[in-house]
């Protein structure tokens, strides 16, 4: 078992932040740990990774208990934190290097996470000149640089623009193919994205934890398309097994097809024969969405 975490529980003062957590997390699983803000999930990280202790109960990593082997966990775990604290004066090799010293690793491993992350083309820079998704790259990088078993990602995507949030995603996905991820984020998009399975936490509590196949709708399901600019509704039934249309922005549509094929390439063909552009284009998980918000929205 890579994680496992046994009535997990955090006070700050009087204020109950973490109350009762328990799940386990097998090697190899990609998990998403989804929730309003405030919910309490950069404070379940902050302990995983042991920033912080718990009030009480325990946490192991690789069957190592935090509280009796935190320095080798660590050698284990690579952490992205909400807010990326990286030396922005630095230039990337010189701050990856940085943090090879720290991690005794080889220079051989900074040129195979640079070109892991797919930093070459700016590898000359200062970290103060790359975008926001360049930044985060560079502490994927860095987080990557041991070569560790399990990645720690606490919003990874938070104020990313659309192009950078697909890049980050398929880094993430990539990288995921070798490591156990425990990914925190309150964009449902981002666990229908990446994730196998998905943690619902709420005012500190495990409201929710299902396999991301357990959630499917069997019956239907929904695709959001941006195009550039409308269609009228008449013309979008012509894609075929339309059940329902909801125009959400002003050329946004979310589309109920009553079948469970992939009707994604349907709408790619449809817009391309009508000279429409496709902006965005994802399925939506129904049934992920409705139990976020049973589970989380205010009483």
Known sequence: MSIEVNSVSKLYQQQQVLQDINFKIAKGEVVGLLGPNGAGKSTLM????????????????????????????????GYLPEHNPIYLEMYIREYLDFHAKIFKVSKDRIEKVIKQTKLENEIGKRIYQLSKGY?????????????????????????????????????????????????????????????DRVIIINKGKIVS???????????????????????????????????????????KYEITFDTTVDK?????????????K???????????ESLFIDLTKEA
């Open 46 to 77: 902050k302990i995983l990774t042991g920033f912080i202790s718990p009030s009480s109960g325990e946490a192991s990593i690789n069957n190592l208990n935090l509280n009796q082997a935190k320095t080798d966990i660590q050698k284990q775990i």
């Open 135 to 195: 930044r985060q790259r560079v502490g994927l990088a860095a987080a990557l640089l041991h070569d560790p078993d399990i990645l720690i990602l606490d919003e990874p995507t938070t104020g990313l623009d659309p192009n950078q949030l697909i890049e980050i995603r398929e880094l993430i996905k990539t990288i995921s193919q070798h490591k156990t991820i425990l990914l925190s984020t309150h964009i449902m998009q981002e666990v229908e994205a990446i994730c």
């Open 209 to 251: 934890d299902k396999n991301m196949e357990d959630l499917s709708d069997d019956s239907q399901q929904v695709i959001e398309v941006e195009f550039n600019y409308r269609i009228e509704e008449v013309a979008l039934k012509e894609i075929g097994k339309v059940a329902t249309i909801k125009n959400t922005t002003r050329f």
């Open 264 to 276: 994604r390439a349907d709408v790619f063909d449809f817009a391309h024969d009508k000279g429409l």
């Open 278 to 288: 496709i902006i965005e284009l994802h399925k939506k998980n129904k049934n992920l």
